[in-house]
């Protein structure tokens, strides 16, 4: 019995939903009406665990959840099912979210957590290949902005990171821009996207970049190049007699 009691603890919130057989059509009602927003949660995350996540019907669910539900945690959920997606459905969904504000009627306004998961989503996307036509440049612009402005430090370095998968000279700047700050988590990964896209490192110098960006006539020619000052470090001479003497003694004992 009291085997069975640990079992039943230490299991996980996936393994437990799973001993709890519901249809889908009860996981949408729930998703949408259940007041306990415990019973929203494990609803929605039940739908994004399910083989009809990408149905219509559970789309429809899950953006409502994602742009409507109180409950931020639920809100994350949701958006973290839809980052599943191979098509580009989601994106107007992702959209509303981040452009949502207090008067909006289509999403409530999101906090850091929401739009972090968001631009995760996006990223997600675009390296899916899921948007097309206008989409990539409209979420560039989206993330530059989010890059530069956003009041949370987690949502732009999300935001920089992301622009790094995108060549266009459009984020080159805005990269830029973003290593004259004395924060040095969000000039970091600002430098990390610039190599990523350009192979070259300027270590973290705004004004050396915007000189080489100015004379670059394609500075995406070696884009996923590593440039050799940011390689890591091979083993120095103690590591390497370390390991030598580690051998020795193994060859000895067997």
Request: aromatic share 6%; charged share 30%; net charge neutral.
């Amino acid at each position: 019995m009291m085997i069975a009691v640990l079992l039943v603890v230490g299991c996980s919130d996936h393994q437990k939903r799973t001993w709890k057989h519901r249809s889908a059509a009860d996981n949408y009602r729930t998703a949408l009406e259940a007041e306990n927003a415990d019973e929203r949660r494990d609803a929605v995350a039940r739908i994004a665990e399910s083989g009809y996540v990408a149905s219509e019907d559970a789309f429809q669910v899950l953006d409502t959840a994602a742009r409507t539900d109180p409950a931020f945690q639920i809100r994350c959920i949701a958006i973290r099912a839809l980052a599943t997606y191979k098509d580009a459905r989601p994106l107007k969904t992702l959209l509303m979210i981040l452009q949502a504000t207090t008067e909006a009627e289509q999403a409530l306004p999101p906090n850091d957590d929401v739009r972090w998961e968001t631009v995760a989503a996006m990223l997600k996307l675009s390296r899916k290949g899921a948007l097309t036509g206008q989409e990539p440049s409209l979420v560039r612009d989206i993330l530059i902005k989010l890059a530069e402005t956003d009041a949370s430090r987690n949502v732009r370095i999300a935001a920089l990171e992301a622009l790094g998968d995108f060549k266009d000279r459009q984020v080159l700047l805005p990269l830029v821009r973003s290593l004259r700050t004395q924060d040095f988590a969000i000039a970091e990964r600002a430098e990390g996207s610039l190599i990523r896209l350009t192979g070259e490192t300027h270590y973290a110098d705004a004004d050396a970049w915007e000189k080489w960006i100015a004379s670059a006539e394609n500075p995406f020619a070696n884009a996923g190049r590593v440039p050799p000052s940011t390689r890591p470090a091979g083993p120095t001479w103690f590591d390497r007699q370390k390991r030598a003497f580690k051998r020795a003694i193994k060859l000895a004992n067997d």
